[in-house]
C-alpha cells in the first residue's frame, strides 16, 4: 500500500467512518448486555479458541481508531499545529482513556485491593498511545506494514517457542495456548496477580486484555491507520472502494490460513485474530465507504449509527456505568423479596417465552436506553472529546 501526497485543502470528514464507529460501539454496548445466559451464541464470546460475532467487535473498535488517527492527525496538521503540541496531545488523551477504563472497572465500590488495571479502554488508550505517536513521527505507509508484520509474527514466536517458566515450552511440556499456562497469563500473573480479569483464589488467573497482548492489539491498530493512509489518498473513490476489498480478501485469506497453526483466539489476540478480525473490520468499512461516500446513500439510515458514533466513548460509559447503578439499588418485589431496579426494569421481558428472544430484547432496549443521552448530545452539537 503506498502514500501518496495528501490533498491539500482543508481535511473533509469522512461520514462512513462516523456510521462504522456507530454500528461498532452499538453492538458492543448489545454484546456487554447480552440478557444473560439465555443468550443466543453468537451474542456472547467463544470460550477460547474460535470465533464469534461478538468477538469481533471491539478489535472493530481499535481498528476505526486506527483509521480516526490518520484523519485526526492530517487535519490538525493542515491547521498549522506543530508535532510536539500533537504528540502531548496523543499523550494525555491516552491517560485521560486509561483512567477512565480504570474508573469503569472499580466502579461503584473501588475497591483497591482488586482494582482491575486492564480492560477496553486502557488497550484503546495504549493503541492510541503507541499508534498515535508513530504515525505522528512517520507518516509513511510501509513502516506501518513492516510494524504490523513485525508486531505479529514476533507475539507468534514469542507464544509460540519461548519457553514459560515452571511450565515448559508450548507444545512440549504443555499444550500450545493453554488457557491459564501461556506467557501472557504467566507475564500478567506476575505483574498484578490480584488486579486482573480472574484473579486468586479463582484458579483460572488471567486478563483477556493483557500486558503481552498489547502487542498484537498495536497490530489491530496499525491496519486502521493503514486503511486511513489509504482513504486520505488522492486516488478516485472507487479506486478506495476496490482497494479496501482487496485488503479485505487478503486479510481474511492470511489469517484463517495462519489460524491452522496459531489458532483464533480473541481472549490472547492472536496474530490470526488480528488478521481475520482486521478483514472483518475492512468488510464493514467497505460497505459503508461504498454505500455513503461512492453512491451518496446518506440519509435515513446513518442517522442512528452517526449519533453513536459522534460520542462513543460517552456512549461506551453510560452503557458500563448505569447497570452498576441500577444493580446496587434494591426495590421491593412482593412480600418477603426484593429485587434489584436492573432486574424490576427488565421484568416485563420475562414475559417472552424464548430466552434467546428474551436475552436479545434486554440487548436492543439497552441499546436503545443508551442512546437517548448521546442523542440529547447530538442535537445540541455537543461532542465529548477525550
Not at 14 to 34: A, E, K, P
Not at 105 to 134: A, E, K, T
Request: contains cysteine.
Amino acid at each position: 500500500m503506498t502514500n501518496p501526497s495528501i490533498a491539500a485543502s482543508a481535511v473533509k470528514r469522512l461520514l462512513s467512518l462516523d456510521v462504522v464507529r456507530g454500528i461498532t460501539i452499538c453492538f458492543m454496548i448489545m454484546v456487554n448486555n447480552n440478557g444473560g445466559p439465555g443468550s443466543w451464541g453468537f451474542m456472547n464470546h467463544a470460550q477460547w479458541n474460535g470465533l464469534t460475532p461478538t468477538d469481533l467487535v471491539f478489535p472493530t473498535f481499535v481498528f476505526v481508531m486506527g483509521v480516526s488517527i490518520v484523519f485526526a492527525a492530517e487535519a490538525r496538521l493542515a491547521k498549522g499545529a506543530v508535532k510536539a503540541q500533537l504528540a502531548k496531545h496523543t499523550v494525555i488523551r491516552a491517560v485521560v482513556l486509561i483512567c477512565l477504563g480504570i474508573i469503569v472497572n472499580s466502579f461503584p465500590f473501588f475497591r483497591l485491593d482488586h482494582m482491575r488495571f486492564y480492560g477496553v479502554l486502557q488497550r484503546i488508550g495504549i493503541c492510541y498511545l503507541v499508534v498515535g505517536l508513530f504515525y505522528l513521527y512517520d507518516r509513511r505507509a510501509w513502516t506501518k506494514v513492516v510494524a504490523l508484520v513485525v508486531a505479529l509474527v514476533g507475539y507468534w514466536v514469542l507464544v509460540r517457542w519461548v519457553p514459560v517458566p515452571g511450565w515448559g515450552t508450548p507444545g512440549q511440556d504443555l499444550p500450545f495456548l493453554d488457557v491459564n499456562r501461556n506467557l501472557v497469563s504467566w507475564i500478567d500473573q506476575h505483574l498484578f496477580p490480584y488486579h486482573l480479569y480472574l484473579y486468586p483464589p479463582d484458579h483460572n488467573v488471567r486478563d483477556p486484555e493483557g500486558m503481552l497482548s498489547n502487542l498484537p492489539a498495536f497490530g489491530t491498530a496499525l491496519m486502521g491507520a493503514l486503511a486511513g493512509i489509504w482513504l486520505r489518498s488522492t486516488r478516485a473513490v472507487s479506486t478506495k472502494t476496490l482497494g479496501l476489498l482487496a485488503g479485505c480478501v487478503a486479510s481474511l485469506a492470511i489469517g484463517y490460513v495462519w489460524s491452522l497453526e496459531f489458532p483464533l483466539n480473541k481472549n490472547m489476540w492472536t496474530s490470526s485474530f488480528v488478521l481475520v478480525a482486521g478483514g472483518y473490520s475492512l468488510a464493514l468499512l467497505t460497505f459503508c465507504y461504498w454505500a455513503v461516500e461512492q453512491m451518496n446513500w446518506r440519509k435515513g439510515w446513518t442517522y442512528v449509527w452517526i449519533v453513536f458514533g459522534s460520542n462513543a466513548i460517552a456512549a461506551y460509559m453510560f452503557s458500563e456505568l448505569v447497570p452498576g447503578i441500577l444493580y446496587n439499588i434494591h426495590v421491593d418485589a412482593g412480600p418477603w423479596r426484593r429485587q434489584t431496579l436492573l432486574e424490576a426494569l427488565a421484568s416485563p421481558l420475562h414475559h417472552i417465552p424464548d430466552p434467546g428472544w428474551a436475552a436479545f430484547s434486554y440487548s436492543v432496549s439497552f441499546a436503545a436506553f443508551c442512546f437517548i443521552p448521546v442523542w440529547v448530545l447530538y442535537r445540541r452539537k455537543i461532542f465529548l472529546k477525550v
